[in-house]
T-cell receptor, first 112, second 114 residues
């Protein structure tokens, strides 16, 4: 079955540091890939998405590139802020299906 | 534009009881999906409703059931509650018709089973 594997957390960084959160996937077809963010006490918010190989999703300074050859969708940000502290989830949905398959999440804490 | 809302925010139930959780979808959306998020885990797909019918189900037993109403709001019902049902239950709405579906999540209902 389809699955998503994220790097284990938690991740603690200082403000303005570079962020990478690794995500790899297993899928039988050609999935769409997503990053969701969950702030404390809130539901999930879509951060960015990519629908086909080599697509780059970007939003709020975050970027992720759909790499079919390595089945990866790593999240990056050049300079994190304290307000980026949250749990980040990588997810996929397979073509024609709205069912999302999530990774376990990576908790990010950014210290001033 | 009204976002996805869920009620109640928190709920405490006893093992063996039944519970109903509610979700109002975002304006213009016609599909509702439910997810269970255990503590420290990613959300797990329970099922989805489209045009008032179940349209896909995850690996959850039949005691998890749902409804979708003509106004696209939805209910999740769980019978014979077990301790492991304690989790955050998330509702997500979306609109079928585009090439890529984007799901918008509500804030969730925190269910505690004692």
């Amino acid at each position: 079955g389809n699955s998503v594997t994220q790097m284990e957390g938690p991740v603690t960084l200082s403000e303005e540091a570079f962020l990478t959160i690794n995500c790899t996937y297993t899928a039988t077809g050609y999935p769409s890939l997503f990053w969701y963010v969950q702030y404390p006490g809130e539901g999930l918010q879509l951060l960015l998405k990519a629908t086909k190989a080599d697509d780059k999703g970007s939003n709020k300074g975050f970027e992720a590139t759909y790499r079919k050859e390595t089945t990866s969708f790593h999240l990056e940000k050049g300079s994190v802020q304290v307000s980026d502290s949250a749990v980040y989830f990588c997810a996929l949905s397979e073509g024609g299906s709205e069912k999302l398959v999530f990774g376990k999440g990576t908790k990010l804490t950014v210290n001033p | 534009e009204t976002g996805v809302t869920q009620s109640p925010t928190h709920l405490i139930k006893t093992r063996g009881q039944q519970v109903t959780l509610r979700c109002s979808s975002q304006s213009g959306h016609n599909t509702v999906s439910w997810y269970q998020q255990a503590l420290g885990q990613g959300p797990q797909f329970i099922f989805q409703y489209y045009r008032e019918e179940e349209n896909g189900r995850g690996n959850f037993p039949p005691r998890f059931s749902g409804l979708q109403f003509p106004n696209y709001s939805s209910e999740l019902n769980v019978n014979a509650l077990e301790l492991d049902d304690s989790a955050l239950y998330l509702c997500a709405s979306s609109r079928v018709g585009g090439a890529i579906y984007e799901q918008y999540f509500g804030p969730g209902t925190r269910l505690t089973v004692t």
